[in-house]
């Protein structure tokens, strides 16, 4: 199976700043069939991204996914309170579709 | 507006047997593939298992694999799980979410725990 990395494990960032979150996977994703999710404590969690840089609905164009291959990043370009949150990522070009552990984005 | 709406958990005794539902509104179920993913208490993400939107296909993690069963009931917006031989391992909070491969909706998730 895919196994998927993130990295870092914790972020610590101001409002206002700049997030950048990596994916790696430990062997090429099909077609990009990458996704993220953020997820708030005691909620599920909600589709952000899809595609790799598809944005799900009512979704703030502050959030933008990229990457290819192995490689993938998912970018809040200027953080807002209510972006603090755990955010995963998740292939599905290979079944069974995995997710990373999860990255922990919280407030400095 | 796309609801799911899980039941079913609680308390169970290793070796024991449980039945998750999700109830769906707001859209079709009949039109979509539906999933099962869960989550352990403080832990990451793991998908279970899968079912396509008329049952033909279906899919699940080597983990349950022989000791869990998906269905789905189209008439009565309504899918299943099946969870057998329960094990300590399976603790975890059990989400139905929507969709093949990507999962664009999530229900609120159902808490099973198993314990002695």
């Known amino acids: 199976e895919i196994v998927l990395t993130q990295s870092p494990g914790t972020l610590s960032l101001s409002p206002g700043e700049r997030a950048t979150l990596s994916c790696r996977a430990s062997?090429?994703?099909?077609?990009?069939?990458l996704a993220w999710y953020q997820q708030k404590p005691g909620q599920a969690p909600r589709l952000f991204i899809y595609?790799?840089?598809s944005r799900a609905t009512g979704i703030p164009d502050r959030f933008s996914g990229s990457g290819s291959g192995t490689d993938f990043t998912l970018t809040i370009s200027r953080l807002e309170p209510e972006d603090f949150a755990v955010y995963y990522c998740?292939?599905?070009?290979?079944?069974?579709?995995?997710f990373g552990q999860g990255t922990k984005v919280e407030i400095k | 507006e796309v609801q799911l709406v899980e039941s079913g958990g609680g308390l169970v005794k290793p070796g024991g047997s449980l039945r998750l539902s999700c109830a769906a509104s707001?859209?079709?179920?009949?039109?979509?593939?539906m999933n099962w993913v869960r989550q352990a208490p403080g832990k990451g993400l793991e998908w279970v298992s899968s079912?396509?939107?008329?049952?033909?296909?279906?899919y699940y993690a080597e983990s349950v694999k022989g000791r869990f069963t998906i269905s789905r009931d189209n008439a009565k917006n309504s899918l299943y799980l099946q969870m057998n031989s329960l094990r300590a391992e399976d603790t975890a909070a059990y989400y139905c979410?929507?969709?093949?491969?990507?999962?664009?909706?999530w229900g609120q998730g159902t808490l099973v725990t198993v314990s002695s």
């Open positions: 079912i396509s939107s008329s049952s033909s296909n279906i």
């Open positions: 062997q090429s994703v099909s077609s990009s069939y």
């Open positions: 998740q292939q599905y070009g290979t079944s069974p579709w995995t």
């Open positions: 707001g859209f079709t179920l009949s039109s979509y593939t």
């Open positions: 595609g790799a840089s």
């Open positions: 979410a929507r969709d093949f491969g990507y999962f664009s909706f």
